[in-house]
């Protein structure tokens, strides 16, 4: 049988040195092709046509690139310097120009060349590009001759030429032969079908073998982009389908039922509320509250904008576990937000959070703060009645994860800020089946990449802000305008004067004499970033500022340290606040009126954005001034543009996805592979998304083993067995 292998192996998994010479092997498994599958899934980056020149215009220094293009010119002339002769080819793509140069020590080797790159001749050219003179060039490209349009037939004019990620040893044709000739081997029976038969037929896709000939072999442009939809839809509702069934099987065991007592803690609270929630909080308290009260555990993501009031939220369902007898914990992402939520919980609770204590309510219950700066008497005291079930809300770092934590009756646990945690620490907290988990984030992603990344939760949305919120100005500030820069002191200064505070945020904490973070090309047109240390140094010379105490606060303080700082600049005391972006999540100083971004164009949109957010929580209106050294018409320039357009973190999301290089939207991992999804587009599939989650779900509730959709079964399994970093390339 041909689909075998003699050691059982079916093609798909076969080595490809079983196939292919043993050169072409190698060079393939040097870019990380091994199995006919690894070479078969290695897409072809796009396609061009014959006379359709891939425009030269796109190279770039250091870059491996495939052109097509003509030769213009050829000579061979000796060397000036050493012995041996030069070959330079100039070819042109009709706009822009390129050379290519052939060393030897002979003319014998140029002469084959240049016999073979006539002028005129339209050929693929495939090499790093390289800067000679200010100009760019080919070395010793590899290059393959096209024939001409004439001596063609017109089905092969047609036909588009795929054009392979390559390597510079391996040269799109390299692997477009090998391609080949795997192909000519490859049956259908070799390609299993992952899509179940009535989901090909309701979205009329190609089948798996029929895609992987028109992905490589495409006899026009609808075949490829035929096979593109199909890619797209099997990644997506394999995806879709790992979500549904994650979020089936932590929902399948029961969770003990939570319903809101009219008499207990949580009724108390909510009677002594100095303000009145808004819709949103009341709408979505009622859903939590209805999860609660049911058998099968919450899983639920609220997403919420920036000062939208999801503590509050957070803080009602969990006392209402407490009043069932449960506990509950508050995983923040860093010992300054978990001591600011510590602090703003006990005191929102008063004596209820005093219960045991004399003096505390009848019906009051213990709140604990565990971080990994906890003295050791203190952490034994707090895991000694966690473990007996005092604590009634723990409210702490990823140090609640370590396994000398036991929360015996712990029944809902609350991350907040979650898009720092990743979901096998979201999923650590859920010691014991059946605890109830409720997910913060305070940055809105787009809905495409809620349902992708949050896929298995339900989802909860605060969209409007508590009443009396203030306006809030953005101003971009070009950071060369030294007059400009030097207003924006001043009204710190005013601010300040006036009873506010401001936050001044730089994206490093010492100056560093060798800016590797900037590229050579960027370099030259700016400073180093700003940091913290110098920044002080700066503002405390600064006379718009004299008398005024300027405070630190960086990631890299001690937590008393950092306490100390956050009381004084809260309290007045140091009113001025030079801080990385360890300020982003969370940090609620309703004073806090001005907040100055130096290096703005550094920063990603929904950083900006939580950054923002840190001001206009009281009182007073807010001013938000971004210095930023991004010239017009870039990327990050078009990123604070949008920033400055609007406060609404559920627009920002989008706006930030249409900005983002697709690359970029789920991230790059540590080891630069791509994500596994590589044809779904969170930007422009949101509609493939959307259906395939109904698809994916409406399967799980027919059959949640999959056992009716063996192929289907086998993708989902396969990718549950990648992580979640390997699976959506995030790090
Ligand atoms: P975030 O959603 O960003 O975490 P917080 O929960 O920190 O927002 O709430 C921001 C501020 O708004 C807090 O000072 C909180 O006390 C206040 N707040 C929350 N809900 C309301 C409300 N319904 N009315 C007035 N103020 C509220
Ligand atoms: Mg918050």
Same mark, same amino acid.
């Given at each position: 049988m041909k689909a075998v292998a003699s050691d059982g192996l079916t093609l798909m998994e076969t080595g490809l040195y079983r196939i292919l010479g043993a050169r072409t092997a190698k060079a393939l498994d040097k870019l990380g092709l091994e199995t006919v599958r690894d070479l078969l899934e290695h897409a072809p980056r796009r396609y061009v046509h014959r006379g359709e020149l891939v425009p030269l215009s796109h190279a770039v220094e250091?870059?491996?690139?495939?052109?097509?293009? =003509?030769?213009?010119?050829?000579?061979?002339?000796?060397?000036?310097?050493? =012995?041996?002769?030069?070959?330079?080819?100039? @070819?042109?793509?009709?706009?822009?120009?390129?050379?290519?140069?052939?060393?030897?020590?002979?003319? =014998?080797?140029?002469?084959?060349?240049?016999?073979?790159?006539?002028?005129?001749?339209?050929?693929?050219?495939?090499?790093?590009?390289?800067?000679?003179?200010?100009?760019?060039?080919?070395?010793?490209?590899?290059?393959?001759?096209?024939?001409?349009?004439?001596?063609?037939?017109e089905e092969d004019i047609a036909r588009p030429l795929p054009l392979y990620p390559a390597g510079v040893k391996v040269p799109t044709w390299t692997i477009e032969k090998a391609v080949g000739a795997v192909l000519d081997q490859l049956t259908p029976q070799d390609v299993k079908e992952t899509l179940p038969e009535d989901y090909r037929k309701r979205y009329e896709l190609l089948g798996s073998y029929e895609a992987l000939l028109a992905l490589h072999r495409p006899k026009t442009d609808a075949d490829w982009q035929q096979a593109h939809t199909r890619m797209k839809h099997e990644e997506a509702l394999v995806l879709q389908t790992v979500l549904a069934?994650? *979020?089936?099987?932590?929902?399948?065991?029961?969770?003990?039922? =939570?319903?809101?007592?009219?008499?207990?803690?949580a009724a108390e609270f909510d009677s002594r509320l100095p303000f009145e929630l808004t819709e949103g909080q009341k709408k979505v308290g009622q859903e939590i509250e209805k999860d609660l009260s049911s058998r099968r555990p919450m899983n639920r993501l609220l997403q919420g904008d920036v000062g939208s009031g999801k503590t509050i939220v957070a803080l009602r369902a969990m006392l209402q576990v407490v009043d069932g007898g449960g506990q509950a914990a508050l995983l923040a992402p860093t010992e300054v937000l978990a001591e600011q939520h510590y602090r703003s919980i006990l005191s929102m609770l008063g004596d209820l959070a005093q219960g045991g204590m004399f003096?505390?309510?009848?019906?009051?219950?213990?709140?604990?703060?565990?971080?990994?700066?906890?003295?050791?008497? *203190?952490?034994?005291?707090?895991?000694?009645?966690? *473990?007996?079930?005092?604590?009634? @809300? @723990?409210?702490?770092?990823?140090?609640?994860?370590?396994?000398?934590v036991q929360i015996p009756f712990l029944s809902l646990a609350v991350v907040d800020e979650q898009h720092r945690f990743g979901v096998d620490q979201r999923d650590a907290l859920r010691t014991s089946p059946g605890v109830n988990l409720l997910v913060m984030t305070a940055t809105p992603i787009p809905r495409t990449m809620a349902m992708t990344v949050f896929g298995d939760l339900d989802v909860s949305e605060l969209t409007e802000l508590p009443g009396g919120r203030q306006e809030v100005s953005t101003t971009i500030v070009p950071a060369s305008k030294t007059t400009w820069v030097n207003r924006v002191w001043e009204r710190v200064g005013e601010e300040v004067r006036a009873g506010g505070r401001a936050f001044v945020i730089c994206p490093r904490i010492t100056p560093t004499e060798n800016p590797t973070l900037l590229e050579d090309s960027e370099a030259e047109s700016r400073p180093p970033l700003a940091s913290v240390d110098e920044i002080i140094e700066q503002l405390q010379a600064n006379s718009d500022l004299a008398g005024l105490v300027i405070g630190r606060l960086t990631g890299q303080m001690s937590s008393e340290e950092k306490t100390a700082a956050m009381a004084a600049f809260q309290s007045g005391e140091i009113p001025i606040l030079v801080a990385t972006t360890v300020v982003e999540v969370g940090v609620d100083v309703p004073d806090a009126t001005a907040m100055v971004i130096l290096d703005a164009d550094r920063f990603g949109l929904s950083q900006l954005h939580q950054l923002r957010g840190r001001i206009g929580r009281g009182r007073k209106p807010g001013i938000c001034l971004a210095l930023s050294w991004a010239p017009p018409g870039t990327l990050a320039s078009d990123r604070l543009d949008a920033f400055a357009s609007t406060r609404d973190g559920f627009v920002l999301a989008e706006k930030d996805l249409e900005l983002r290089r697709e690359g970029d939207v789920l991230g790059t991992s540590q080891s630069g592979s791509r994500s596994h999804l590589k044809f779904l587009s969170m930007r422009k599939d949101g509609k493939i998304i959307g259906s395939a989650r109904a698809d994916a779900i409406a399967y799980i509730e027919t059959d949640h083993t999959l056992k009716q959709w063996p192929g289907l079964q086998d993708a989902v399994t396969t990718a549950r067995t990648l992580t979640e970093t390997d699976y959506l390339g995030r790090n």
């Open positions: 250091g870059e491996n690139v495939t052109v097509v293009a =003509r030769v213009l010119d050829t000579s061979v002339r000796p060397m000036n310097a050493r =012995r041996g002769f030069l070959l330079k080819v100039v @070819i042109s793509d009709g706009m822009y120009d390129m050379s290519l140069t052939f060393f030897a020590s002979s003319s =014998r080797p140029l002469a084959f060349h240049q016999s073979k790159l006539q002028k005129g001749t339209l050929a693929t050219f495939s090499g790093t590009v390289s800067s000679y003179r200010g100009a760019l060039q080919l070395t010793h490209p590899e290059y393959q001759v096209l024939e001409d349009e004439e001596d063609v037939d069934q994650r *979020a089936h099987e932590t929902t399948a065991v029961d969770s003990e039922p =939570r319903p809101r007592l009219n008499d207990g803690i003096g505390g309510s009848t019906i009051g219950t213990r709140v604990d703060l565990l971080t990994g700066s906890l003295g050791a008497q *203190a952490k034994r005291n707090v895991l000694g009645r966690l *473990a007996g079930g005092e604590t009634g @809300i @723990i409210v702490g770092t990823h140090a609640l994860l370590s396994d000398s």
